[in-house]
DNA sequence: GATGAATGAGAGTTCATTCAT
DNA sequence: CATGAATGAACTCTCATTCAT
């Protein structure tokens, strides 16, 4: 009996599961306003009230998804930073993970996220306190981490201001895809992830640039220093000799 | 009797505008879902045939108002940059007037755009071939346009990747936006208008920055030392006539 | 001015006729539940309002629409009446004329009626008074003529039910067109005029047939009878050998 | 508590009969087009969403409503059928069987199919591939059936146009129907059985002669003829013997 | 007589959610 | 805890008809 306890809970989580995933697959193939929760149940193979037993209501269930969407995001970013040394290729990294999971389930999150925010934009205020929020930050502060890093190790410029870096990353990113859909050549039905990590490298270039603590720079501005230094000095020496 | 002639078409007009300006208040205030065109008819003060004579549907009225802020952003944008010299100056103010457009009517916009997406984003062939893509596409062309005279005036480099600089420019201010919503103090209601002028500010200073023309820099700062050196050396003669 | 003034009356019909066969064709093509009085006054290029000066309302142009078929029924029947003799040929000609002529439009006076009853039915008295039923029974008194002419001139039977032969021979084609049309080759669209020709000649025969005062049957009774006469004859020949 | 286990499934039943009477009684008095979901389902005694629930649509239960006379038609006449033996009895009672069950409901079926035909009769296609053709189909049959035995047993000619002679016997009784309807005196406000029985009978009559085998008739009549000579021989024979 | 904008009741249908079983 | 029939408010949209111009 003990061996079988676990079941109750395991059929559980399975229905769970099975309700989610069929939620996805028809919110991703007809959107969410098209799918009826009858649909859903039935594709999940449960019944209607089963639905409402599992999910407080059907929006929780978008939530849920959408929640989903971003712990998938956090643990395939955490998980690949893990082998990544360096600021520039932990960054290079991020936009690459962020913009391959994004287009994943047609890009289901992005248009999830639309949905969302259809409803409840208007209350920014929900918005802040809602569970979306909380892990979109605990996301995206993956991206303030590396950052932080970065300034610590001095790869990175001390004057940075974060909330624009990130706000460059991920908006240029979200909004670029929507771009790309719309000029997809007609016979072409989806975005390869190669082009897409080519897209994510050209959005990240410009960003990186501004943040870089650069060598290369420093070492030019040293030399005009030292220039100018020369300069100043062979004044000074003219001043000395009239004194 | 000739002067009351044209009363007919003003009416018509009239009407249409009130039937408009009733839906992005009702939109605004409650959501596109949220009002229905019974509610919008009764707060145009008409009946509900006449919403659906002026208008095709209920999409085709956010439609319609999606295109009106297009019309709007292009107008201001066109009107503001006759005045501005200098492509810094025009890229700037494309920027500031991006960010104050878009917050009109409590960011109604963005907020109708989601809806538009969380309808039609799927079918981003649908969105192609949409008006809204083609007005929006108007608009953002003026960017382009900027850009593109900057770089046939030195002022920007040659090899900018032009629909990059586009997404990092529009994208970042629009994700930025909902950051900021987000993020508002709870006192608050709203964003004024200088504080989204200084964060459009911070997030056009790295693109700017990366399609500078670093000659042209290079130039300007060996200007700014030459003109010191010269001050310098003109003090230094001073002293040697003094002394 | 004299020669002009007829135009008024000219323009007022040409429009009512534009209104009439803009309602026949639409009629005709989206079926009479389909098509608005927007879209006819559209298709006759006149304004809606000309349309109810016109005609009373929409169930009045559908009852005038069916009056001028039966019109087209009676008027063609009579005309062609003229050339025949012999009441088979009339007989003949009355179902080939009502076949084809209820075959135009796409069976249009057909589907035409089906929307008059499926509307008034239930309401009998009211078709009885209805000026269609005055209509329909003007013409399905040509029938009525031609049998009787044919009972005067003792080609057919005296005893005849003539309302019996009437409902057989105007219910049978209507029904059998019906049949027909369901069940048309696929590649078929139409029914060609000869095969509608040919089916009502087979309709026709076994009602002919009835109702007709044969001289082939007498013919062979004649022929039974001069059998018999013949045996009698022989009979009265023995007679003769005897005495 | 096993007694009450079927219950639920009695109640849909229960529930789904309610709803189709009640259609049918408004469809009767009202017209289809004059009964409303709404009227329909306040009727049964039930919710509006559970007249959809039951039914796809209210074009559904018109469907299913005249579904169900065909089949009312076919089990009256098939009962009936296994009593007669003889194929003009057969005959004669499919002529009276249809005529009575369609007069029911103050001739609802009629009335439904005039509904059908002018919304789906344009498109014959969807008609022959429709349920309700099928039904029709089934039902008529069973005058086929008989017909045939009637030819295998010699009762009737062998060279019969099926097709022909069903669209005589049913299309000649629903016109029939209509016209009476239209004919009947003020006061009378129903036609009567036996009014209707007699009718059927009228109109069967030329349509059984076409099809009688006039073999049969002859030997009759050779009998007939056989008779007479017979007895005339006698009367010789007679007169002989007196001689 | 022509116009066509305005009307507004009414239609069929949907759907998230509840709750008795 | 699962079921799925029942709910009924709410929805968008249609359309014959009117009437001021």
């Known amino acids: ?135 979109s930050k605990i996301y995206t502060s993956l991206f303030d981490q590396v950052i932080r890093e970065g300034i610590a190790r001095k790869e990175l410029k001390e004057d940075i201001k974060l909330s624009a870096m990130r706000d460059l990353f991920f908006g240029s990113m979200e909004y670029g895809v929507r771009s790309m859909l719309a000029q997809l050549e007609t016979e072409e039905t989806e975005l390869n992830q190669e082009k897409l990590k080519a897209y994510a490298h050209s959005l990240c270039q410009p960003i990186w640039q501004s943040m870089e603590n650069s060598e290369d720079q420093r070492s030019k501005d040293n030399q005009k220093e030292l220039n100018l230094c020369e300069r100043l000095e062979r004044i000074a020496d003219r001043l000395e000799e009239k004194i």
Chains 1, 2, 3, 4 share one sequence.
């Open 1 to 135: 009996m003990a061996a079988t306890r676990p079941k109750p809970e395991n059929r559980s989580q399975e229905r769970r599961e099975k309700i989610l995933q069929a939620a996805i697959s028809l919110f991703s193939e007809q959107g969410y306003h098209h799918s009826s929760t009858r649909q859903i149940a039935k594709a999940a193979g449960v019944s209607e009230g089963t639905v409402f037993n599992n999910f407080e209501s059907k929006s929780a269930l978008l939530e849920i998804i959408i929640q989903g969407f971003y712990e998938r995001l956090r643990n395939t970013a955490q998980e690949g930073l893990v082998n990544k040394h360096g600021c520039k290729e932990q960054f290079d990294f991020l936009a690459e993970n962020h913009i391959c999971v994004i287009s994943e389930d047609n890009f289901l999150l992005m248009r999830l996220l639309a949905v969302y925010f259809s409803e409840h934009f208007n209350f920014y205020l929900d918005y802040r306190n809602s569970s979306i929020f909380k892990h």
